[in-house]
């Protein structure tokens, strides 16, 4: 039978959940996903970054500039470590609201497009799907709220990659980071971590020799597991005094949430 909106079912679609694992797809989290991710599962909310989060470097160039990636917290997503052996997801009933809206998403306005050709949306997106969208999109706002008042308290940080000698600064700042801060580092983060490394100055170099383009959105990507080794146990202690300090203000959020999911 022919779908009249989208519908995320793996099984139905057997699209091998391709979205919970593609580079491509990287979830982005807030502070009330975590929350939410917590008493689902019973983990510490810093257990939960340090091991299976990551560091996301966002490019929306119409809100943030060309040349500037916004720092935020995200998932490991090759693949999420929260996909099952048979592609469901074990959090499906507390999933980040990012996944609950996706292929939606909350600013970028080319994002649905994109995606319109996944077999699940039968390139058709009812009124009912819109609605079920600006709902969960209305609970992401007020959560962005609640994050910048007590998460990012020092407002956005926003990474600037004008120039090559913009990056090579960063990387500058960055080398020597695993010895300084790598005692909670597990060996596959610090692998990633040096991978990173060494295509930043392969990157680097050849920018250098032909004065190439740099694409802000790779470097993101190349960027995002240094950022983690270098901010990763910072972010966890932080979030989980804002996860235990701060847990009544996104309950509001968490119950409307809910209750658009008809938990
Ligand atoms: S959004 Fe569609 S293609 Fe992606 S995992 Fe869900 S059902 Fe599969
Ligand atoms: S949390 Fe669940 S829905 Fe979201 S990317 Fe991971 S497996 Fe997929």
């Not at 005692?183 to 170099?205: C, G, N």
């Not at 020799?209 to 080794?229: C, D, H, N, R, Y």
Request: aromatic share 10%.
């Amino acid at each position: 039978m022919k779908k009249k909106h989208f519908r995320c079912d793996v099984k139905e679609f057997d699209c091998k959940a391709e979205c919970c694992k593609s580079i491509s797809t990287k979830p982005v989290l807030g502070v009330g996903d975590f929350i939410r991710i917590r008493e689902h599962t019973g983990e510490l909310v810093s257990k939960i970054w340090l091991e299976k989060g990551n560091t996301r470097l966002v490019y929306i160039p119409e809100q943030w500039g060309e040349n500037n990636l916004l720092l935020t917290l995200g998932l490991i997503h090759e693949p999420c470590p929260y996909v099952s052996q048979d592609d469901s997801c074990k959090i499906y009933e507390a999933r980040p609201l990012v996944c609950a809206n996706f292929p939606f998403s909350l600013s970028h306005s080319k994002r649905m497009a994109n995606y319109s050709n996944l077999g699940c949306m039968n390139g058709n997106i009812s009124q009912k799907q819109k609605e079920y969208s600006r709902k969960i999109k209305a609970v992401m706002k007020s959560e962005m709220r609640l994050d910048r008042e007590f998460f990012w308290t020092k407002g956005p940080q926003l990474f600037r990659f004008k120039t090559v000698s913009d990056i090579c600064k960063i990387a500058e700042k960055l080398e020597g980071l695993l010895e300084k801060n790598g005692s909670w580092v597990t060996d596959i983060r610090r692998q990633d971590a040096l991978k990173a490394f060494s295509e930043l100055d392969e990157i680097l170099k050849n920018v250098a020799s032909s004065k190439a383009a740099i694409s802000t959105q790779e470097l993101g990507s190349i960027m995002e597991p240094i950022l983690f080794v270098y901010l990763g146990e910072c972010i966890a202690e932080q979030l989980e005094n804002v996860a235990k300090a701060r847990k009544h203000e996104y309950h509001e959020t968490t119950r409307e949430y809910y209750k658009i999911l008809n938990r």
